[in-house]
């Protein structure tokens, strides 16, 4: 029984994971070099990017984007016209905590006029029943 569990664990993330059409090693990096794991929780989308070296644009799911590079001797992140190579330890951490503060930008709302560029707050109020004023009884 634990096995088929296991077995149907791995089924599901697979199935999951299919949607994006990325190599394997960038997958891996991703989820094991980015810390970016499970991979929908943060990732809307990825696609090939025509540019030289060979790079995949990848979507976060708040709007966001950026590019995985093939680099001749590792791959490498740009983030905001940044880039990290991820094997390099200390730029590998300088990737993730852009890439935090990437994540951690609010969404920008579709309704925004494009010249300003400020964002509509959230609707978050709450409707509550406005309270009648209790009616005075005359007094005989």
Not at 110 to 127: H, I
């Amino acid at each position: 029984m634990k096995q088929l569990r296991e077995h149907i664990k791995k089924q599901i993330s697979r199935l999951m994971e299919e949607k994006y059409p990325l190599p394997q090693e960038l997958v891996n990096a991703l989820k094991h070099n980015l810390k970016l794991n499970p991979l929908v929780r943060y990732v809307k989308s990825a696609k090939a990017a025509a540019t030289i070296p060979p790079s995949y644009e990848i979507f976060l799911v708040n709007g966001a984007s950026f590019f995985l590079i093939y680099e001749d001797f590792s791959l490498a992140i740009e983030i905001e016209g940044r880039k990290y190579y991820l094997g390099d330890i200390e730029e590998l951490s300088y990737a993730k905590q852009h890439l935090n503060r990437l994540l951690k930008e609010p969404q920008m709302d579709k309704n925004t006029d494009g010249e300003t560029g400020e964002m509509e707050p959230a609707d978050t109020s709450v409707d509550e029943p406005a309270e009648e004023p209790a009616e005075e009884e005359p007094e005989a």
